[in-house]
């Protein structure tokens, strides 16, 4: 049955779509749906009753948990307002593992505080079964200085060259700004997100279904990142601009056999277990304590040029579905 939507982006209802898949036969789920906050989509409608939105998040989300294998992990993204009702539900038929508060300056909405992040939720079917590999993200530097922006007192002799391991809240990852790198999608998120997530609970091979795939930030991380895929949009527009994005790219972000997260050129997650392979690709200070101001940077080589690649691929490709 799934053959037909494997590495292929569907263009339907996301629950009609689900409903033919298996119990318990794709790796993660990820979804991003609409806010309900009248964002101006191609077709969609983002204004709903609120109970009536809430009766159909249920739908789709019971429908998520039951296609992920008991290995997998169920991730939703969202503002902290609808969050609160899918934890009530999830509670119920899933397990909590994360609130990941992804650092990100939202609208204001009346009298309130300035929200300031997207929560994304995690939940895991079995606690005993479920992969998680840790990860790291890049020190944080002083742009001017280089040096460490965090203090980290007398453990600098204990600090990893490449970076921490990453905590429950995301402050590295910015939203798409500039409008050069959007395609037109009022919701578009950035790439390095969804390959973060990826790394994170998934293998080579598995599969990761999105409900809602937008321009298709989430099956485009996959297919980078050697897993497989499917895409779901009520949109044809959508799922035109996501095709065409997908014959623009290889799976091919990794270093020896070591898949990794880049970012203008830049290397901005890998898995903690990759580190002892990945090490010899980056030229490190001898003495531990210069991590403190010099950053690890890749040697020059092919690894590089796989990453301007990507790049230009990607900028040939804003010129196609413009
Ligand atoms: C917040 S956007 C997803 C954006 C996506 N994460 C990206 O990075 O491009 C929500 C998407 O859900 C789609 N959508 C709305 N209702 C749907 C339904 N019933 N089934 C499938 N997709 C739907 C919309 O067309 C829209 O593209």
């Given at each position: 049955?799934?053959?037909?939507?494997?590495?292929?982006?569907?263009?339907?209802?996301?629950?009609?779509?689900?409903?033919?898949i298996?119990?318990?036969?794709?790796?993660?789920?990820?979804?991003?749906?609409?806010?309900?906050?009248?964002?101006?989509?191609?077709?969609?409608?983002?204004?709903?009753?609120?109970?009536?939105y809430?009766?159909?998040?249920?739908?789709?989300?019971?429908?998520?948990?039951?296609?992920?294998?008991p290995?997998?992990?169920?991730?939703?993204?969202?503002?902290?307002?609808?969050?609160?009702?899918?934890?009530?539900?999830?509670?119920?038929?899933?397990?909590?593992?994360?609130?990941?508060?992804?650092?990100?300056?939202t609208?204001?909405?009346?009298?309130?505080?300035?929200?300031?992040?997207?929560?994304?939720?995690?939940?895991?079917?079995?606690?005993?079964?479920?992969?998680?590999?840790?990860?790291?993200?890049?020190?944080?530097?002083?742009?001017?200085?280089?040096?460490?922006?965090?203090?980290?007192?007398?453990?600098?002799d204990?600090?990893?060259?490449?970076?921490?391991?990453?905590?429950?809240?995301?402050?590295?990852?910015?939203?798409?700004?500039?409008?050069?790198?959007?395609?037109?999608?009022?919701?578009?998120?950035?790439?390095?997100?969804?390959?973060?997530?990826?790394?994170?609970?998934?293998?080579?091979?598995?599969?990761?279904?999105?409900?809602?795939?937008?321009?298709?930030?989430?099956v485009?991380?996959?297919?980078?990142?050697?897993?497989?895929?499917?895409?779901?949009?009520?949109?044809?527009?959508?799922?035109?601009?996501?095709?065409?994005?997908?014959?623009?790219?290889?799976?091919?972000?990794k270093?020896?056999?070591?898949?990794?997260?880049?970012?203008?050129?830049?290397?901005?997650?890998?898995?903690?277990?990759?580190?002892?392979?990945?090490?010899?690709?980056?030229?490190?200070?001898?003495?531990?304590?210069?991590?403190?101001?010099?950053?690890?940077?890749?040697?020059?080589?092919?690894?590089?040029?796989?990453?301007?690649?990507?790049?230009?691929?990607?900028?040939?490709?804003?010129?196609?579905?413009?």
């Amino acid at each position: 049955m799934i053959k037909k939507y494997l590495n292929n982006v569907i263009l339907d209802d996301c629950i009609a779509v689900m409903k033919h898949i298996p119990d318990e036969s794709i790796d993660i789920t990820f979804a991003d749906p609409p806010f309900n906050l009248n964002k101006k989509y191609n077709g969609y409608k983002d204004k709903k009753e609120d109970n009536i939105y809430l009766d159909w998040c249920n739908q789709w989300l019971n429908e998520m948990v039951r296609i992920t294998k008991p290995t997998g992990a169920i991730f939703i993204h969202n503002i902290p307002k609808w969050l609160t009702y899918y934890a009530a539900l999830l509670n119920r038929i899933a397990i909590f593992k994360h609130w990941i508060a992804w650092d990100a300056p939202t609208s204001p909405m009346g009298k309130s505080l300035q929200p300031s992040h997207y929560g994304i939720l995690y939940y895991v079917k079995n606690p005993k079964e479920n992969k998680f590999y840790e990860i790291r993200y890049p020190h944080k530097r002083c742009r001017k200085c280089g040096y460490l922006l965090k203090d980290y007192g007398g453990k600098k002799d204990g600090l990893h060259p490449f970076g921490p391991l990453v905590s429950d809240t995301w402050t590295d990852i910015h939203r798409i700004k500039h409008n050069k790198y959007r395609d037109e999608h009022p919701c578009q998120l950035p790439v390095h997100l969804l390959e973060r997530i990826v790394l994170m609970s998934t293998d080579e091979n598995d599969i990761v279904l999105d409900p809602f795939v937008g321009t298709g930030t989430s099956v485009l991380a996959a297919k980078r990142l050697g897993r497989r895929f499917i895409g779901i949009d009520i949109d044809e527009k959508y799922v035109d601009i996501t095709k065409n994005k997908l014959n623009y790219e290889n799976s091919d972000s990794k270093i020896d056999n070591s898949w990794i997260s880049f970012y203008l050129n830049e290397p901005v997650t890998i898995r903690d277990v990759d580190w002892e392979n990945l090490s010899n690709h980056f030229s490190i200070p001898e003495n531990n304590r210069d991590i403190d101001f010099v950053k690890v940077s890749l040697y020059f080589g092919n690894i590089k040029k796989s990453c301007k690649n990507h790049n230009r691929q990607q900028e040939d490709l804003l010129l196609i579905t413009k």
